[in-house]
């Protein structure tokens, strides 16, 4: 398993980039990682403004947490600025909303590149997610995926991708059934994580869960949230329960057993074991122990 | 605003926020700076240091500085007074 896929990414949490008394509790809620957005919860007035606090609120404050930015996407007035100004900072990703094309991503990379020989950080340090909000997006995913080594994740965002496809979204969220398995197919065929879309509505806790529980049966890695109450629940939906546990641990240990004794065939409880099921199990045992870090 | 004064602010007056008005003004006027702060007696003397440091990094000796502050930490101050700088050369 590659140590990258064993980051975890439960809970993504935006923070509005240009409020100061958001950005310096960002670290409290226990997020797994926090994202300050310079995009869409900030006025076009005041980007230069939110690009500086953002840059000063990295340098300066010490969060115990991933940190990424939301950066303005490249073809707009805003994204170049962006990055000249958030990426001496050294933010730990940069998240790229609308990606369409790998062409974007080799061009921020790029940039990053200079970024980190010019200010002294560690080639390769800064890492990027991309955001697929468009159909254009989708048909791109793989391609945008791989487009560099930074990228740790793609993410859908949900809200625009389902206006792009003129529909709107619904509670149980059929509208992005096939988008979301597209995004995760090309996520896990370039190796990277898959993080879902926000849960608009901070007041339905059932609504979340059962979005948050369907994602994760469909393999995706976390969920981007928008309030601190739903980044626990985030968490314990993708956290091994203690029956899981137990059950991987005794997996592994028929398997290991069974390869003593040199037997081609393991069952457990009656049931067989093979190798993805050994895979499978190691895979919650090592999520556990991220998770207990 | 005269020939040569240009003027330009940054940040709101929410909590934690400082909302920051910088005037460059003609060579030789020295810094001003005018703040309003509800911790005025355990930091304004601190706020002002930021301030100054931020006008001196940017090269500017001159300049009329108000500034409501809404109990920003250093680097809240730090990037507003930034932003305002920057709008008010013309960078922002």
């Given at each position: 398993?590659?140590?990258?896929?064993?980051?975890?990414?439960?809970?993504?949490?935006f923070?509005?980039?240009?409020?100061?008394?958001?950005?310096q509790?960002?670290?409290?809620?226990?997020?797994d990682?926090?994202?300050?957005?310079v995009?869409?919860?900030?006025?076009?007035?005041?980007?230069?403004?939110?690009?500086?606090?953002?840059?000063?609120?990295?340098?300066?404050?010490?969060?115990?947490?991933?940190?990424?930015?939301?950066?303005?996407?490249?073809?707009?007035?805003?994204?170049?600025?962006?990055?000249k100004v958030?990426?001496?900072?050294?933010?730990?990703?940069?998240?790229?909303?609308?990606?369409?094309?790998?062409?974007?991503?080799k061009?921020?990379?790029?940039i990053?590149?200079?970024?980190?020989?010019?200010?002294g950080?560690?080639?390769?340090s800064?890492?990027m997610?991309?955001?697929?909000?468009?159909?254009?997006g989708?048909?791109?995913?793989y391609?945008?995926?791989?487009?560099?080594?930074?990228?740790?994740?793609?993410?859908?965002g949900?809200e625009?991708?389902?206006?792009?496809?003129?529909?709107?979204?619904?509670?149980?969220?059929?509208?992005l059934f096939?988008?979301?398995?597209?995004?995760?197919?090309?996520?896990?065929?370039?190796?990277i994580?898959?993080?879902?879309s926000?849960?608009?509505?901070?007041n339905?806790?059932?609504g979340?869960l059962?979005?948050?529980?369907l994602?994760k049966?469909?393999g995706?890695?976390?969920?981007s949230v928008?309030?601190?109450?739903?980044?626990?629940?985030?968490?314990e939906?993708?956290?091994?329960?203690?029956?899981?546990?137990?059950n991987?641990?005794?997996?592994l240990?028929?398997?290991k057993e069974?390869?003593?004794?040199k037997s081609?065939?393991?069952?457990?409880d009656?049931?067989m074991?093979?190798?993805?099921?050994v895979?499978?199990?190691?895979?919650?045992l090592?999520?556990?122990?991220?998770?207990?870090? | 605003?005269?020939?040569?004064?240009?003027?330009?602010?940054?940040?709101?007056l929410?909590?934690?926020?400082?909302?920051?008005t910088v005037?460059?003004?003609?060579?030789?006027a020295?810094?001003?700076?005018?703040?309003?702060?509800?911790?005025?007696?355990?930091?304004?003397?601190?706020?002002?240091?930021?301030?100054?440091?931020?006008?001196?990094?940017n090269?500017?000796?001159?300049?009329?500085?108000?500034?409501n502050?809404?109990?920003?930490?250093d680097?809240?101050?730090?990037a507003?007074?930034?932003?305002?700088i920057?709008?008010?050369?013309?960078?922002g």
């Amino acid at each position: 398993m590659k140590m990258e896929q064993l980051k975890l990414r439960r809970a993504m949490m935006f923070m509005p980039g240009n409020n100061p008394a958001m950005l310096q509790n960002a670290g409290i809620y226990g997020a797994d990682t926090v994202i300050f957005d310079v995009e869409d919860a900030v006025a076009v007035s005041e980007k230069d403004a939110a690009r500086q606090l953002v840059h000063n609120a990295i340098k300066r404050l010490q969060y115990p947490c991933e940190v990424a930015v939301r950066i303005n996407h490249i073809q707009t007035p805003f994204g170049l600025d962006d990055l000249k100004v958030i990426l001496p900072a050294k933010p730990d990703l940069i998240r790229l909303p609308k990606a369409e094309t790998g062409q974007d991503i080799k061009i921020i990379d790029e940039i990053i590149g200079e970024a980190e020989a010019k200010y002294g950080f560690a080639a390769g340090s800064i890492g990027m997610m991309a955001a697929i909000e468009t159909a254009k997006g989708l048909m791109h995913a793989y391609e945008i995926a791989t487009a560099s080594p930074r990228m740790v994740a793609l993410a859908i965002g949900g809200e625009d991708f389902v206006a792009d496809l003129k529909t709107s979204r619904s509670r149980e969220g059929w509208e992005l059934f096939v988008a979301r398995s597209q995004l995760l197919l090309a996520a896990r065929a370039a190796g990277i994580q898959a993080i879902d879309s926000v849960f608009a509505n901070a007041n339905d806790d059932e609504g979340f869960l059962a979005e948050t529980r369907l994602i994760k049966e469909l393999g995706f890695d976390g969920k981007s949230v928008i309030n601190p109450r739903q980044v626990r629940m985030a968490q314990e939906v993708f956290t091994p329960s203690e029956k899981e546990i137990k059950n991987a641990e005794r997996v592994l240990a028929a398997y290991k057993e069974a390869l003593e004794r040199k037997s081609g065939v393991v069952a457990l409880d009656g049931k067989m074991i093979d190798t993805p099921i050994v895979t499978r199990a190691e895979r919650v045992l090592a999520y556990a122990a991220a998770v207990r870090k | 605003m005269s020939e040569g004064r240009r003027e330009a602010q940054a940040g709101t007056l929410e909590s934690a926020d400082i909302l920051i008005t910088v005037a460059l003004t003609e060579p030789g006027a020295g810094l001003q700076i005018d703040l309003v702060s509800p911790t005025m007696k355990q930091y304004g003397a601190m706020i002002r240091q930021v301030i100054e440091k931020v006008l001196t990094a940017n090269g500017i000796a001159d300049a009329m500085v108000h500034a409501n502050d809404k109990g920003a930490l250093d680097y809240t101050i730090e990037a507003r007074m930034q932003t305002a700088i920057d709008r008010a050369v013309g960078k922002g």
